[in-house]
């Protein structure tokens, strides 16, 4: 069964530091490209930042830019994300999501993580 | 980036209706047009990609269509597990963008 987990959610002050992690299992982790996704409870859905299979292209929406960093560890098929600097604005539940180039489509989805960012 | 229009935000309906979404991409995106369903407190599952492709397990009562940067997402006959949101998403380019969704809502 392909699955997605992820993890490291919470509580955290304005301009402080957060990393969420993702588990891949059910499928060759290091063939996909690999997307993290938010979205405000009750609102919709934005795409992050967006991360090749070798890990040699990385791409971001500008509102994370400069702040966001996107990685991976295909060894222990592992998807990261690095949050710094972080804004009431952030606050979202965040979903890991593998991404299928042939198909343009992300599919399966993680549970997601829930970050919320408040003093 | 893309910008993704969809229209309407919210519809009323009843079982048995007949459905549909519509989604305008601020520029063509080739057919690289892609359809989630939805539920409350739920991931989003994907229905549709590539304009028209249904994915795997999802009933035929889901079609897609349209070209260019116009694309429609039809119900023929709403179920009682249809209501949901859905929303469109384009992979033309990055960074990915999706519609803001449009809630199916039992009248």
């Known amino acids: 069964e392909v699955q997605l987990v992820e993890s490291g959610g919470g509580l955290v002050q304005p301009g402080g530091s957060l990393t969420l992690s993702c588990a891949a299992s059910?499928?060759?982790?290091?063939?996909?490209?690999m997307t993290w996704v938010r979205q405000v409870p009750g609102k919709g859905l934005e795409s992050v930042a967006s991360?090749?299979?070798?890990?040699?292209?990385?791409n971001y929406v500008d509102s994370v830019k400069g702040r966001f960093t996107i990685s991976r560890d295909n060894a222990m098929n592992s998807l990261f994300l690095q949050m710094n600097s972080l804004r009431a604005e952030d606050t979202a539940l965040y979903y890991c999501?593998?991404?299928?180039?042939?198909?343009?489509?992300?599919?399966?989805w993680g549970q997601g993580t829930l970050v919320s960012v408040s003093s | 980036d893309i910008q993704m229009t969809q229209s309407p935000s919210s519809v009323s309906a009843s079982v048995g209706d007949r459905v549909t979404i519509t989604c305008r991409a601020s520029?063509?995106?080739?057919?690289?047009l892609t359809w989630y369903q939805q539920k409350p407190g739920k991931a989003p599952n994907l229905l549709i990609y590539?304009?028209?492709t249904l994915q795997s397990g999802v009933p035929s009562r889901f079609s897609g269509s349209g070209s260019g940067t116009d694309f429609t997402l039809t119900i023929s006959s709403l179920q009682p597990e249809d209501f949901a949101t859905y929303y469109c998403?384009?992979?033309?380019?990055?960074?990915?963008?999706f519609g803001g969704g449009t809630k199916v809502e039992i009248k």
């Open positions: 999501v593998r991404y299928s180039t042939s198909s343009g489509s992300l599919d399966p």
């Open positions: 059910g499928f060759t982790f290091s063939n996909y490209w």
């Open positions: 991360i090749k299979q070798d890990g040699s292209e990385r």
């Open positions: 998403q384009q992979a033309h380019s990055y960074p990915l963008t």
């Open positions: 590539a304009t028209s």
């Open positions: 520029q063509g995106i080739s057919g690289w």
